[in-house]
């Protein structure tokens, strides 16, 4: 079973985020710029349906130069290959814009499932996934937090808000992953290694065939107009606890009318 | 007044369906538009369960699109049904809640009718304008659609409901769903036990506990300062990674994002990973024993000492003020 993996390069979580005031995108420049979190869960699990039934495991990623980091990454947790679409065009490309690069990427090779993590933890749109399938016409099973894979038939045990849903689609599919499904796995020094040497394809919009105008911010189909950052919360109340902390607070709650 | 179709919600609730709080509040965010419709797309038998709240929230029409076929593939019906009112209806936008599903439905509905679209947002304006919080709560954003009929999916708990009564016609709608919608079956639907509390992401009140809490025991504390409350139950991600509580339940970055009006942090440091997924819940109180623990930052009241003498006290004293 043939299988990519939708990787991402994102702002790390941890440092702090913002928005470029010369054109409201993402920056990149002032935070370290690391591997999505929720795609690891996602490589994770190609590897182990890859470990239980063959098949090559592809990386594609979309992204400036710098996601090369990103890309070695996941191969070093032991994905063989990867596609690595980069373009100056690009930058400022909406999700809608980037379904169709990606979905015309996935047709530079043969497969049969792709996975996705839960989420960017950057824009945190959550739909790649469902775009590519309407724009591929192919299955798309989402928030995957078990899969079983019997021949071409996909089982996925589906998250939901109060216990789970049981749902059943055939490949070529699409697999979008929740993050109790595995423990993604640390790239062993070995992995490291044979990383440097496993071929990444490069892929600019000319080898796609998309024209740079139907990409990047000026072609964008929804506009940040203005952004701020969120003004620090005012100083709140605090009390150590001596024996009347709970009254305390049950005053502060009554006070606001939660009790 | 044009119209702005609003995709209802729901849950399942014994042997029917209940309406979702956020179907509400996306009724009332649709006023600012032009005149809100539901669009009930579901197992037959919804539209009966949902229609009078959802007029008594605004809803002029309702279209009725209710069948297996709806009902027992995942998504894809939903943007079908959702695809062909745009085109009957001219509608000036389409609202969807910014859950799972409802995100799903949005991006294949964008692809559908060639429209762009807002997710998260916690407002819309009538000029179309929209506000997101991003980044964890740190940078709000105002953004608008560039693109076609304007898609927006609004977070739960951002808006008030306001109640506002209106016709509430229902308009079958008549649709064969095509079989490319058909690609992925539902064929069983489990709940996991959720102790009658309300659901994490509509919930008003929401208690969580962290590692501070120690134990899979212990969250019975959680649960009762929950209950005593009338509110659900949370948990960050270090206490549900080192299994105190299910990760269904986790809030923060890798888990729900929520926005109640009350959250109380029990145990809980406040690492970023957590924060991104609490930061705009409107009032934040925490207990902690730890005075510089991050979560203060954020807390409209803090108390510092024992949880294991504070949650147990503050259980008593509310159900004492409330009796």
Redesign the interface.
Known sequence: MNIVVLVKQVPDSGSERTLDSSDNTVARASADNVINEMDEYAIEEALQVKEAHGGEVTILTMGPDSATDTIRKALSMGADKAIHVTDPALHGSCVIATSAVLAKALGTIEWDLVLSGAQSTDGGLTMMPALLAERLGVAHLSGARKLTVDGSKLTVERQTDGGYWTIEGQTPAIVSTWDTMNEPRYPSFKGIMAAKNKPVTTLSLADLGVDASEVGLGAATSTVLEFANRPPKGEGEQVKDEGDGAAKLADFLASKKFV | MSEVLVLVET??DGDGVALKKVTLEMLTAARALGEPSAVVAGAVGTAAAVKERVAEYGAAKIYVAESDDIDNH???PK?EVLAKLVADTSAAAVILPS??EG??????L???IG??????ISEVNSDG?ATQ????????????????TPIYTVSPNSVAPQPQPAAGEEVPVDIAISD?AK??????????A?GGRP???EAS?IVSGGRGVGSAENFALIEGLADS?GGAVGASRAATDSGFYP??YQVG???KTVSP??YVAVGISGA??HR?GMQTSK???A?NKD?EAPI???????????LF???P??T???TK??A
């Open positions: 849950v399942a995942l998504v894809a943007a859950t799972q995100k799903e439905v949005a991006g294949r964008a692809i559908k429209s762009g679209l807002l997710t998260d304008t919080v991003v980044f964890a709560g740190a940078v709000i954003v105002k953004s608008k659609v560039a693109k076609g490319d690609r992925v079956t539902v064929v069983g639907r489990t709940l996991e959720s659901e994490l992401t009140i409350l990760h269904q970055q890798t888990g009006q009350l970023i990973q991104a009032t934040i109180v207990i005075n203060f930052e954020l807390a409209d009241f803090g108390v510092v000492g024992d003498q504070i949650v006290a503050l008593e004293e509310i003020r409330k």
